[in-house]
């Protein structure tokens, strides 16, 4: 039997606590489960630092690209006798699945900035490269890993396969808003993935929803919506990314323009300092290892350093105020050179950070990051698109909403000797009744 | 205010996919959660290995320690106003809940066996030693941390205290249950808490359980059993534990008896190779240095030591098949031999693993690990052993299951390239009939 | 004691599917609960009809009353200590909780449009009356019933009372949100009530909420959106109701104008029908009673009588189209016309039926149905109206959208002889082209 | 097309609490679901008088019997290509599970033994008479009605058929547990049943479990005692049913041997009073009709009756005291003699109901009740019988468990004059020391 038809001899499930069981029939899919590129995801956390604010968050990538391949699978088993519905893509449909994580490191999105790198071309690059897993896609026929990463690149010609894994409403965002909502065990986050999946359709070049089926898309947006402001824009998680950023800054920094010595060579880090990571060194950085430099450079000289990273392995993080760019630069101003004058280095311990979100938007062709819309399936057959049927998603559709912080570490200020300059600081970030109480 | 008795301005909660929320008042409590000692937990997964089998079983010992406090809190409130109960002892109960687990290393149980450790030991001695959490302890008052340390030793006098963080029916093994089902996402695990807390009733010496709530902790007794040999003990699991202890093991041997160089020194693991670890090398060892070590040592030249290390890395773990010590100890020998002429090392990939557990016991004085049993109050007050009131619990009272099996590299013998040899082993492995399609 | 401070000897509790459980401690409530006209609300569905569209919800008011009751009970256990709550006022909320709907009577909708009642008229008959619920509340002190008559009359003087009662984020749509998600099963109708509960806070004349709480009554106002219009208006829930109607129409009909003799005295309706209800008649007309005249019904003599019956009891009902009125009107007269020469009586056969829903509304003064607004409590300490500060909420806030279908019995349609009127009235129904498929 | 094959042009769903969603694309199964015979269960409760202790317990026969339907429809897709299944008898087992329940009528088990009925009788006459639900299975083929109701009444040839509808792991035992536990609210009736249907296999004769499955199954067992001693023999459930016996006991025995005239005659009770009870009669005879009648004859002249039923109505039940025959025998005599002095007729207030269940039993062959044992399939394919292989299992099995208590109207007693009686009374229902406080 050719290889991409071989099928275990019995069914192999894995529990899940979201979907019940991931379900395994094709051999392709159960040995790409057990190659080292995937397995490593097991050692990268889905939602980086926010364990740190949510306890429960301490799942994995690997859970959630299991899940994404689960709804995937689950979505096919309906497409199977439909129209449009090309059985032939199946089986790549499920490994574009399972892998379109493939290439996340540690704390990917810190990681990505500091570094200047893009976890989706290492993805495509750990398909296509000298990998266990590109050489089990070989198999399956050649060119087959190109067209998985074309798949998960959204290149690919078929924009049905790819609408499947990438658009507004597809089996990536149904499994980790789900997913998050189960760590986190927050309330948001339920939608009825069973009914969305029902109302699914094939056609042409995208799937589309029964119009029937609108109020459980309603549902899944809103879940989107709460789920993106309460948990993973969480100000105190923002406050671990923004420590951790800046960690990264200040080893890059200190490597590169200081030429300071580090106590033990970070020889996993070198390659990023210097921007130059091969597919080797970037499969090598997971969390773990990243976690034990920071342990290590806890006990640098570099006071900063030790600091921030002190701060990140205990959970001493910084505090925030809201930020109003508009009204307040001239108070970002004056803060920076009260924070100087107070020995407290502003680029390491004043920071701005912003969060927004467009829950979901109409098409708007040729913008920088175009997004394909929902469209309903009406009862005659014809399309339209979602805001344009339903109160709520127009109501919330194509705006976009963001949100500023500054971050600071409140311990250090409250430890200033000089009474006035702290109380100068303090009048500044609580405003002059406020800050009283925080001072003492 | 004395420090024991301040409380936060407004109560401050953890959310927790299982009890719904953690919520904490006592400033005590909400500084020691802060300390580096306790934010360590967050580094240790509480089920070790087993996520290599229930993948969603990432959570950490910080989650669980949040939740054995959270019950105690819930028991205490209502306790309050109860005879019998004096609520002096409140903070003393809540501290030793939240910091009862606060000694557990990284895979504590393979840990412990290879470096002779004990998990026990050493949360003592962070509660008693040069740390944070002392430092806050004896804030409460001098000779605070000792008591707390007391009570989860299982010395402390007044018992009463001490049964509701050890015991068969205490907070630690309520929260782990469910803890542990909600993360594996297993049907198991599920009983009444709620309803077992409503009955639970101080009397002078131990916490009992009022007879109407009695089918609730039957419900909870049959939880713990499948949970033990549906999850905790599940062969895989096993399998990882097997392989774990063997790195650990060769890693000693290579740096004790050999006199090995490895290729960047294992300073984190010296202390523990040498059987002689301070509580500051201690505290340093989670589990991101250990993985660390072992992506590390998958490059080092000892063959043993690296094919272990990337099969725990990659979860290529070992098979295994059933074993009767009584009836097979022949075959043992025979495949020691047949191994050792093989080239595979007999010492480092046959093991012979065994799980057993007694899921209640009623009361053996003077027996090894004597185990306090359950007691129902009845109507008229007396005190009435669980297992002679309830069918169900006598039934598997004081009986003691053990399991074991035989675990070995499938992979490596199929790689065998003498046909006798090979087929010899799986003759004896699988019996004659079906070795033949292991072997293929 | 006095009877209104008199406790349970020991707590008792209520198994409840949504709340887990509901307590009761006050002899007052559990005295009220074993009333007659408490227990009457047993044999009352919550949802009349939707059983008949979501088999499972077949939920009684009996069920909601207890369960409004316990989340007041928690409210007032969060309220205790805080400023601007009187605790006198406790035991008189937990009444009021309870007895809120006391005077709902059978399928209420359609009675009440019929025979001209008023569930909200009977509710304070019934606690002011010659009723055992009246000589409780009377026991508590004199003129006690006449002050829980007020609360849920929301013309007490205490605004902060009738708040906890009625608002739109009150106990009572609190309750029946997640119960009636519980028993449909649908997956609409979560929220984070324990969230809600944790940031309600008393002022003199409302129950404001902290703003950090806003998310969650967000998500709740989405699912109280979200249950109208999936559960609540259903078209098929909508048929039985249209059904319903006309056969209480028809039985009063043939009673007062026509002067029908009916096989069996139709003794517990004869009341209604003369538009003249005492408290007593109304009390005996529970669903039972009512679904034992439809079983009669079905064999009486008057074909649209018992025709109707007949469908209501085996669930025989009407297909709906959309209709515009303001487009459709003169179809409708069409229709009308055409159904006249078919012998199938428009009066009672082809019916519009309007749903409409206010998801939220601020505050209008002086209209109708004034609809106190929900107030976030910002951190200084002003109050903010939720629609000011939530873009979702003010994305819905005052719109008010209306629904209307017009029902009628497909079956007869398609059993007409005469196919020209037949496709005549097809046509008009279904549009041309899609009229064919349902005459076939 | 055949109407045995014909299929709905789209599947019709109904959303279930307990299984999500049930599935329908028989046209053979939709209409069956439409007829007036299946359509009456919604009238009838699934558990009677349960509601009155568990108050969310009042979903209908309606609801279990899709669940049952829904389940085997969920095995059958499991069972399709698997060898010993025919999938012809597909169309036939899914009938057979939907309609098992047919023939229940109100609160069944008093109505039987009082009435001397037999639910399975009126089931199988249902399915074979003349009715809308015989006359759609007869289109299916001459004769298949016969088959249905011989799946249901065990005597059908194919015993793999029978088995999956009746036996000690089937489809009906599977969904009640669930769907009990879910109404009430009750945290035991948890098991995996998507692994159960996983590793359920069809041999020659039945259906087997593939021996990995089997702490599923243990769970399931467990589940089952569970929910029997704590939800369905609960005590306060049992008083209301001795009351409700005694009611039609009281009203036979006033029709059939006084000579009684009631104020409006109890038309629908007649032949069941008589002992002569058509299938027409059957039908009409819903838990509606009784309770109309039950609210009539609280107002009856007869004392007996009217108190009986004024106690059901409105929740006034007996009290119980724990009794044991063997030893109590005497007490019981000296009771019913006392109640007779004190004026209240032992027969209906003084009562002894005895529960008992088994809980799973293995093969007995030639006994009264046999019961199929549960076979596991073992790797080699051979069959084990459950009890051998699960200690738990074992322990419980074949152990018939009986509990007998005493049933008397306490607040009657209470009320007596007679001081010295009343004390002679209390004293042998609560022993010397007890009764005391449950006189005051």
């Known amino acids: 039997m050719a290889y991409k038809d071989d099928q275990l001899s019995e069914e192999k499930v894995f529990k899940d606590p979201v979907h019940r069981y991931v379900h395994v029939r ?11 590129e995937f397995q490593r995801l097991r050692r990268i956390k889905q939602l980086g630092t ?34 449009h519905w090309n059985n032939e893509e199946r089986l790549l449909c499920l490994c574009a699945a399972l892998l379109h994580d493939l290439g996340h490191g540690p704390f990917s999105h810190s990681f990505e900035k500091v570094f200047k790198l893009d976890h989706e071309y290492f993805t495509q690059a750990i398909i296509v490269g000298d990998t266990k897993v590109n050489e089990i896609l070989e198999k399956v026929s050649p060119g087959f890993a190109r067209k998985v990463a074309d798949v998960i690149g959204k290149t690919y010609e078929d924009k049905l396969v790819v609408s499947l894994i990438s658009s ?31 109302v699914m359709r094939p056609i042409e070049d995208q799937v589309v929803i029964k119009s ?40 890059k920094h200190l ?20 921007e130059d990571v091969s597919l080797e060194d970037y499969l090598k950085l997971d969390e773990s290892v990243v976690q034990y430099y920071f342990q290590l450079w806890q006990e640098e000289e570099d006071e900063i350093l030790s600091d921030l990273c002190e701060r990140f392995m205990n959970r001493r993080l910084f505090k925030y105020v809201e930020f109003n760019p508009n009204l307040q630069i001239n108070d970002l101003l004056e803060l920076t050179q009260l924070f100087m004058k107070a020995g407290i280095e502003p680029e390491y311990y004043l920071v701005v950070d ?87």
């Open 26 to 36: 094709d051999r392709v899919i159960w040995d790409l489960i057990a190659t080292p």
């Open 50 to 83: 926010t364990h740190l604010t949510f306890h429960g968050a301490e799942h994995s990538r690997f859970n959630h690209s299991l899940g994404v391949y689960e709804i995937v699978r689950r979505i096919l088993n309906n497409f199977k006798d439909r129209e």
């Open 168 to 198: 507004q409403i597809d089996a990536d965002r149904m499994d980790y808003l789900q997913r998050d909502a189960y760590f986190t065990g927050v309330s948001y986050g339920h939608f009825d993935m069973e009914r969305i999946l029902r």
């Open 212 to 251: 029937t089926g609108m109020h459980a898309v309603e549902d899944y947006i809103m879940s989107r919506y709460q789920m993106y402001w309460q948990v993973y824009f969480h100000p105190v998680t923002r406050s671990a990314e923004v420590i951790l950023s800046k960690i990264l800054h200040r080893a």
């Open 255 to 274: 490597y590169q323009d200081v030429g300071y010595t580090f106590k033990l060579e970070p020889i996993h880090f070198i390659s990023f300092f210097e």
């Open 354 to 440: 912003s969060s927004s979100d467009l829950p979901y938007d109409f098409y708007r062709p040729g913008e920088e990051e175009e997004r394909l819309p929902i469209h309903l399936q009406m009862p005659n057959g014809s399309l339209k698109e979602l805001s344009r049927h339903s109160d709520i998603v127009e109501s919330i559709s194509g705006k976009k909403r963001t949100d500023h912080k500054l971050y600071f570490p409140l311990d250090k200020l409250k430890a200033l000797t000089d009474n006035g300059l702290k109380q100068q600081i303090m009048d500044i970030l609580y405003g002059q009744g406020e800050s009283r109480k925080n001072v003492n």
